[in-house]
Every structure is written in C-alpha cells, then in structure tokens.
C-alpha cells in the first residue's frame, strides 16, 4: 500500500493552529480503526460514507486516500453508481465530479 498523499495546505494550517482539534480527530481515527475490517474495506467504507453525506471534501480526500491505497478508479466509480439509487440522479452526478477532481487524468 502507497503512503497517503499529503494533506492540503489549509488542513495543515488549521491543525498547525488548533493542535488539540488535531489530537482529538487523531484519537477518533483510531478508534474507528479497532476493529475486524481490513484497511482496504475501511478505506471504502469511509468514502462510501462520504458520499452519502455529500461532503465534497471528504470525497476528494476519500478518493486520494483510496487510490494511495492502491483501490481503482473503476471501484471509486462503482460506489458512486451503488449511491445512485439511494441519492438521486443530479447528486450522484456531482459526487461523480468531485471523485473526478480528485483522480489523475486517464
């Protein structure tokens, strides 16, 4: 598995600033993390639950995460079209640009 991508610039700046914010997100993390799902299938499972929220930054940060992890393109895309059902149309299509934004051009 690749190490993840840097965090953005902004990211590092707020945590530069509210270091105790930083530590307890660290904490959350890991405690999320204990338990039988293998990194990958939290690594889907994460981005899975940021589309459903709709959070464009966390789509953009899942799909880096997920394609450091060495999870494909086409997998990321199959999340989006499973949400479909379940989102609608016009927001499947947005969280479609936003996985977009964040991978390579093929």
Do not use: N
């Not at 990211?11 to 204990?34: M, N, T, V």
């Amino acid at each position: 598995m690749d190490p993840l991508p840097a965090p953005p610039k902004t990211y590092q700046r707020f945590i530069a600033r509210y270091p105790k914010l930083r530590e307890a997100w660290d904490c959350l993390h890991e405690a999320g993390s204990d338990g039988p799902l293998t990194p990958r299938e939290v690594r889907l499972l994460k981005l899975a639950v940021s589309i459903g929220a709709l959070r464009e930054g966390a789509v953009h940060s899942g799909v880096r995460k997920a394609l450091a992890a060495g999870i494909a393109r086409e997998e990321i895309e199959q999340l989006v079209a499973l949400a479909a059902g379940t989102l609608g149309m016009p927001a499947a299509v947005a969280v479609f640009s936003w996985c977009e934004d964040a991978m390579p051009e093929e």
